[in-house]
Every structure is written in structure tokens, then in C-alpha cells.
T-cell receptor, first 114, second 114 residues
Framework: DAGITQSPRHKVTETGTPVTLRCHQTENHRYMYWYRQDPGHGLRLIHYSYGVKDTDKGEVSDGYSVSRSKTEDFLLTLESATSSQTSVYFC?????????????FGPGTRLTVL | AQTVTQSQPEMSVQEAETVTLSCTYDTSESDYYLFWYKQPPSRQMILVIRQEAYKQQNATENRFSVNFQKAAKSFSLKISDSQLGDAAMYFCAYRGGGADGLTFGKGTHLIIQP
């Protein structure tokens, strides 16, 4: 399972509150990613990181920020949650150095914004 | 931007039969990678099979194989001897060179009839 954990696994919050989701990996992978999954959309890339303090935007980055102060942790923050951010959030790592640079995913976090 | 299209929202197959899931993609890149992921009701994203664009030979992993038609930009997944445990959402995904994020299709819900 590539040693990826996500916390919390479920969260219900109210519109306008800040929310931080955590992704933790134990195998020192350099690249980490945050995706969201919504019905009818598959998974879409929010942000990714290619090293400590090195991050970049993905397809649906508006309303989200990320931070990576340690190799093992990649945080996703919703500064002021909105109902449109109700989704399942997945973290992933990339196996660099292999032919395919495959991505492996954490178990996901279901976030509900009321 | 790259796009991935899965034209079959849902497919149904009898246990032990063979089923093919379709995927087409659009890209101007020559170096890229294609993947199929399985998502059972547990929500975990599981890598099923992968293909490098430069490789002519179609990838095979046990009962799973692909039909990669580069000129047609088609990447279909064939599941032979379908089993009840194959029931899941299946996502086709594209990645360009490097370690960029994946672009996913919207998924195909596969139902296995006993």
C-alpha cells in the first residue's frame, strides 16, 4: 500500500470554517499529490509537491492551499470551506526511478461541508 | 490539455465471461504513460495495469490485458474469466513524461452477474 495514510478519514464541517487534511507517507517518496473525486468527474488533480517546500498547482486548485515542511507530510488546506468542496480527497505518491513512475493512493478522506 | 474519455458509464458481464472497457485519450505528446485503476466499494484506488507509449507490445497482468492503439489514441482493458471480485469502478488514466499528475477518465462501473 506504499505506506500512505490520510487523516482524518471522515470529516463534517460547516461553510466558512478552515479545514486541513493530512497525508503521511513512510517511504521517503519525493513526489506527492492531492486529488479530489466527485461523481461524474473521476479524480482531478488539486496540487502536487516535488520536494520539501516545492509545490505546484493542478487542474482544480482554486480554494485550496498546500504545504510540505517535511518529506513525509503533505497538507491540504481549505481556508474557508464551501459546499462545493464536499468531496472525497485522495493523496498519492509517485514511484520515481521506475519506468512508469506509477502513482499509488492513500485510502481517501470523505469531507462534507454543510 | 490532455483529456481522457471513457464512453461506457456502466458495463455488465456474466461471471467467467470476457469484458472490454473502452478508453480514448487526446494528447500532442509523444512520450506518455497510460494506466487502468480499479476502485472497489472500499474506495481504495488499485493499480491494475500500465502501458508505455513507446512500447508496441500490449501489457498483460494475469487476467487483465490491454489493447493499445497508439495511432487511434485508444487504450482498452480486457478482463478475461470475470470474477465477482472484479466488480468495481474502473478508471483510465494518462500521464505525460516526468512525474506530473494523472488525468483520469470519468470511470466505468463494472457489474459482474453471477
Amino acid at each position: 500500500d506504499a505506506g500512505i495514510t490520510q487523516s482524518p478519514r471522515h470529516k463534517v464541517t460547516e461553510t466558512g470554517t478552515p479545514v486541513t487534511l493530512r497525508c503521511h507517507q513512510t517511504e521517503n517518496h519525493r513526489y506527492m499529490y492531492w486529488y479530489r473525486q466527485d461523481p461524474g468527474h473521476g479524480l482531478r488533480l488539486i496540487h502536487y509537491s516535488y520536494g520539501v517546500k516545492d509545490t505546484d498547482k493542478g487542474e482544480v486548485s482554486d480554494g485550496y492551499s498546500v504545504s510540505r515542511s517535511k518529506t513525509e507530510d503533505f497538507l491540504l488546506t481549505l481556508e474557508s470551506a464551501t459546499s462545493s468542496q464536499t468531496s472525497v480527497y485522495f493523496c498519492a505518491i509517485s514511484l520515481l526511478g521506475t519506468t512508469y513512475n506509477e502513482q499509488f493512493f492513500g485510502p481517501g478522506t470523505r469531507l462534507t461541508v454543510l | 490539455a490532455q483529456t481522457v474519455t471513457q464512453s461506457q458509464p456502466e458495463m455488465s458481464v456474466q461471471e467467467a465471461e470476457t469484458v472490454t472497457l473502452s478508453c480514448t485519450y487526446d494528447t500532442s505528446e509523444s512520450d506518455y504513460y497510460l494506466f487502468w485503476y480499479k476502485q472497489p466499494p472500499s474506495r481504495q484506488m488499485i493499480l491494475v495495469i500500465r502501458q508505455e507509449a513507446y512500447k508496441q507490445q500490449n501489457a498483460t497482468e494475469n487476467r487483465f490485458s490491454v489493447n493499445f492503439q497508439k495511432a487511434a489514441k485508444s487504450f482498452s482493458l480486457k478482463i478475461s474469466d470475470s470474477q465477482l471480485g472484479d466488480a468495481a469502478m474502473y478508471f483510465c488514466a494518462y500521464r505525460g513524461g516526468g512525474a506530473d499528475g494523472l488525468t483520469f477518465g470519468k470511470g466505468t462501473h463494472l457489474i459482474i452477474q453471477p
